[in-house]
T-cell receptor, first 110, second 115 residues
Framework: ELKVEQNPLFLSMQEGKNYTIYCNYSTTSDRLYWYRQDPGKSLESLFVLLSNGAVKQEGRLMASLDTKARLSTLHITAAVHDLSATYFCAVMSGAQKLVFGQGTRLTINP | EAQVTQNPRYLITVTGKKLTVTCSQNMNHEYMSWYRQDPGLGLRQIYYSMNVEVTDKGDVPEGYKVSRKEKRNFPLILESPSPNQTSLYFC??????????????FGQGTRLTVV
């Protein structure tokens, strides 16, 4: 059974700092997703990572995938308050099931 | 605009009173799913459908039913809701695996409280 674990689950950081969220998964998959969720809102797709070594960047966020280590990272550069949200990674399992991590609640303080 | 629409957005109901949460997508996607989100557990799949009249259980199907009579609609039915089904529910749709950049689009969510 595929399990997806994120860490940390809670992260409070100051504006301008860098940090990384980690996503480990237990069985082979060739498709990993990162989503953002604001309080009371739906999930917004950030990145789709399809192959080993894939790296994608959008603004201050950069995601990477290492399928051999079964690890994805979401790196935040020079954080700003607007990035405060909960971030989920999800791995495709079987035909069409996304298995989600527990989520990382990120708070960025001025 | 491409979207997944759920209704209602908020619902408070009593134990045992049947309810239906509707989900509709306008992207002609074959795949649709229902997830529930609970604190500390992320999202867990309840049911999914790979096409019209094709549905299957996800990880937490107990207490739920679904149907897929039309491609665009995938309602979630709670025949006899119980308090442990209090949760935030999301419907999602996507194109089949294997197509370029398969991505799931999520509805706005339905916050259900069963008292």
């Amino acid at each position: 059974e595929l399990k997806v674990e994120q860490n940390p689950l809670f992260l409070s950081m100051q504006e301008g700092k860098n940090y990384t969220i980690y996503c480990n998964y237990s069985t082979t998959s060739d498709r990993l997703y990162w989503y953002r969720q604001d309080p009371g809102k739906s999930l917004e797709s950030l990145f789709v990572l399809l192959s080993n070594g894939a790296v994608k960047q959008e603004g201050r966020l950069m995601a990477s995938l290492d399928t051999k280590a079964r690890l994805s990272t979401l790196h935040i550069t020079a954080a700003v308050h607007d990035l405060s949200a909960t971030y989920f990674c999800a791995v495709m399992s079987g035909a069409q099931k996304l298995v989600f991590g527990q989520g990382t609640r990120l708070t960025i303080n001025p | 605009e491409a979207q997944v629409t759920q209704n209602p957005r908020y619902l408070i109901t009593v134990t045992g009173k049947k309810l239906t949460v509707t989900c509709s997508q306008n992207m002609n996607h074959e795949y649709m799913s229902w997830y529930r989100q609970d604190p500390g557990l992320g999202l867990r799949q309840i049911y999914y459908s790979m096409n019209v009249e094709v549905t299957d259980k996800g990880d937490v199907p107990e207490g739920y039913k679904v149907s897929r009579k039309e491609k665009r609609n995938f309602p979630l039915i709670l025949e006899s809701p119980s308090p442990n089904q209090t949760s935030l529910y999301f419907c999602a749709s996507s194109t089949p695996r294997g197509r370029f950049n398969t991505e799931a689009f999520f509805g706005q969510g339905t916050r259900l409280t069963v008292v």
